[in-house]
Antibody
């Protein structure tokens, strides 16, 4: 069974850093792109970034470019989102997601999400 | 960036009725890389339709997708009580990947 479990969320002050992790199991991890998607409370979905099996990224949303960095460790079946210089509008549930197949999408599997709250 | 505009924002219907949701792209979608998701409160999104018209595993055949280039439609032929939710379209062919703003299908 495919499982994605996010961790590392919590309360962080504006301007500080936080690192989210996504632990994957139930599939051959290093064959797949993994994405981060966020959703502010009561709002819609926003793609944040994605990372290829090789470790190269697919790009970033303009709203996080230059502040967030995606990475992966295939030996640990994990993907990370380093969030620097966080702002109040980064407050959201952060989901990791895996595509249906070895392409970029669509997103068949999702974690339950990790809540990040940016507030002083 | 490909902007996806969904309409209407809210659709008020009764069980058994037909729902038609629209997704319009600011430029032509790469190949057929358009998907639809359903999201209920407190849950992660669920993939319904991909490649414009292909149903994901386990999705009932009352859900169907159609369209091409910049105009896409999700149709729910007869609404069941569990279908009342928010629906998002997504393009996954061009970076940045983007989602539409969502359509809330609510009980009338």
């Amino acid at each position: 069974e495919v499982q994605l479990v996010e961790s590392g969320g919590g309360l962080v002050q504006p301007g500080r850093s936080l690192r989210l992790s996504c632990a994957a199991s139930g599939f051959t991890f290093d064959n797949y792109v993994i994405h981060w998607v966020r959703q502010a409370p009561g709002k819609g979905l926003e793609w944040v970034s994605g990372i290829r099996a090789t470790g190269s990224h697919l790009g970033y949303a303009d709203s996080v470019k230059g502040r967030f960095t995606i990475s992966r460790d295939n030996a640990k079946n994990s993907v990370y989102l380093q969030m620097d210089s966080v702002r109040p509008d980064d407050t959201a549930f952060y989901y990791c997601a895996r595509p249906l197949d070895t392409g970029w999408g669509p997103f068949q599997y999702w974690g339950r999400g990790a809540l990040v709250t940016v507030s002083s | 960036e490909i902007v996806l505009t969904q309409s209407p924002g809210t659709l008020s219907l009764s069980p058994g009725e037909r729902a038609t949701l629209s997704c319009r792209a600011s430029q032509s979608i790469s190949v057929t890389y358009l998907a639809w998701y359903q999201q209920k409160p407190g849950q992660a999104p669920r993939l319904l339709i991909y490649d414009i018209s292909r149903r994901a595993t386990g999705i009932p055949d009352r859900f169907s997708g159609s369209g091409s280039a910049t105009d896409f439609t999700l149709t729910i032929s007869r609404l069941e009580p569990e279908d009342f939710a928010v629906y998002y379209c997504q393009q996954y062919g061009t970076s940045p990947l983007t989602f539409g703003g969502g359509t809330n299908v609510e009980i009338k």
